[in-house]
């Protein structure tokens, strides 16, 4: 029999990726440095208010140049920094971890011309180690707050005297005053290793919590729309019971003629198979709900479960060429399963043969922990900015596929405990590969 073309697949849906100037974690990273941005700049509208109170009280300019210079140099970065908010580039960690850096190296100086540790506002380093600790991971917040502790430490011993805060190094009161200085970087080690450690934690919490929560609504609308397409299909189902049973009886009248053509009886003879496949996917579907309700489920061996879902897959895509292959030999693992996964597995081989891919290649392995079903494709690859947002739930009708099949192939695998990988070969074409766990019994 001659090779007839694939059907061309007329409709289906796509994953729409986020775009990058909408996506929410390059939002929240721009909120953060200009929230940092807010705070610094409050910061050094506290040291522009000491340097005029020295100017107005006691109306002389020594020693204000060192400090005068800092705060205009870091004025100058934070500027820069706010013309670097209107940009769209996302703000990395270590962009974010290099800002607090500065704010620790800036804030050093200005201490070392302002008295050093004498100066009250030396508790500013608090502030950028509490918001690496919210924002930050754990490393790089331990980095910041080894920063601030050797910067506070060394001031303790290097500074320039200033008249405004550090008037005992000129009337006598080192050693009390000492003390106190003293008492206050013990009091910056206790805070720092606290908020250290139990914010890093609770932050870190946070985050987990939110993850947890957006996978939850994630899931909670993929159901929705599983849930949609189940009642559709099954509506759908009903209504071509009739048609098909017209359309078979129509076929055997055709076959029975014997005015057909060769050529003729073999498309009828074609169409008769297609048309019984349709049917028995409909009593497939109408079991598959029964053992549902039932709890219950099919068992095969794994190759023989390949194989059964590849030959039944092949009958309705007569146009495409395929090879199976397995690596392992020996006692294979047996599936528990219902046909839910058998059409999660032809939702890949759909994908594969819709690629443009002369030659699909489907191998299957496994181990100690997990059985293995690899579809191979020849085709265009799979376009890197939807790789990510294969198999969530943002539907919309497009033509390229890629869309409601791989989604319902990943809820149906998630069920089971197992997982569907998708990756572009080297060379060319895309593998996706289906994952279950060996120990794999009734979905749940």
Same mark, same amino acid.
């Given at each position: #029999? ?51 109170? $020295? ?11 060192? #400090? ?35 704010? $620790? ?81 013990? %009091? ?10 139990? $914010?890093? @934690? ?24 599983? #849930? ?58 109408? %079991? ?27 009958? @309705? ?29 032809? %939702? ?20 100690? @922990? ?75």
């Amino acid at each position: #029999m001659a090779r007839r073309p694939r059907p061309v697949p007329l409709y289906n849906a796509q994953v729409i990726p986020f775009t990058s100037s909408s996506h929410p974690a390059q939002a929240l990273s721009l909120n953060n440095l200009r929230s940092l941005l807010f705070i610094r700049s409050i910061a050094l509208l506290g040291q522009i208010g000491v340097l005029a109170y $020295v100017l107005l009280v006691n109306r002389t300019t020594e020693s204000l140049f060192g #400090m005068g210079a800092s705060v205009l140099i870091l004025g100058l970065f934070t500027m820069a920094s706010l013309w670097r908010c209107t940009r769209p580039w996302p703000v990395s960690d270590g962009e974010f971890l290099t800002q607090l850096l500065i704010d $620790v190296l800036a804030w050093t100086s200005l201490m070392y011309f302002s008295g050093g540790a004498n100066n009250p506002f030396v508790s500013y380093y608090i502030v950028p180690l509490v918001i690496s600790a919210a924002v930050l991971p754990w490393r790089h917040t331990w980095l910041v707050a080894g920063a601030s502790l050797l910067a506070y430490s060394t001031l303790l011993y290097y500074y320039r005297p200033f008249p405004l805060f550090t008037p005992h190094s000129q009337m006598g009161h080192g050693q009390g005053a000492n003390i106190h200085i003293l008492g206050m970087w013990f %009091n910056f080690l206790f805070s720092a290793g606290l908020i250290t450690y139990f $914010v890093v @934690r609770m932050a870190g919490m946070l985050r987990r919590q939110e993850a947890i929560a957006v996978k939850q609504r994630e899931d909670q609308l993929r159901n929705d729309q599983i #849930m949609a397409v189940a009642s559709l299909a099954a509506g759908t189902a009903h209504e071509l019971g009739t048609p098909l049973s017209t359309m078979a009886v129509l076929v055997e009248e055709m076959l029975a003629s014997e005015d057909l053509s060769p050529q003729s009886r073999e498309d009828c003879e074609l169409l008769q198979q297609q048309v019984q496949q349709c049917k028995a996917t409909l009593t497939d579907l109408g %079991n598959t709900a029964e053992l549902t309700s039932l709890e219950r489920s099919l068992q095969s061996p794994l190759g023989e479960f390949v194989q059964q879902s590849v030959d039944r897959w092949a009958v @309705r895509r007569p146009g495409v060429s395929y090879r199976t292959s397995s690596s392992n030999v020996g006692a294979e693992p047996v599936l528990d399963f219902d046909s839910t996964l058998v059409q999660a597995l032809e %939702n890949l081989l759909n994908n594969a043969a819709d690629s443009g891919s002369d030659t699909i290649e489907i191998s299957y392995d496994w181990d100690e @922990r997990e059985m293995k079903i690899a579809i191979r494709d020849y085709g265009g690859g799979i376009p890197i900015d939807q790789l990510e947002q294969i198999g969530k739930p943002v539907i919309h009708a497009s033509r390229s596929g890629l869309g409601i099949g791989l989604l319902l192939s990943h809820a149906t695998v998630e069920r089971y405990g197992g997982r569907i990988e998708l990756i572009n070969a080297k060379d060319s074409g895309a593998i996706a590969t289906l994952f279950l766990p060996r120990s794999m019994g009734e979905p749940t």
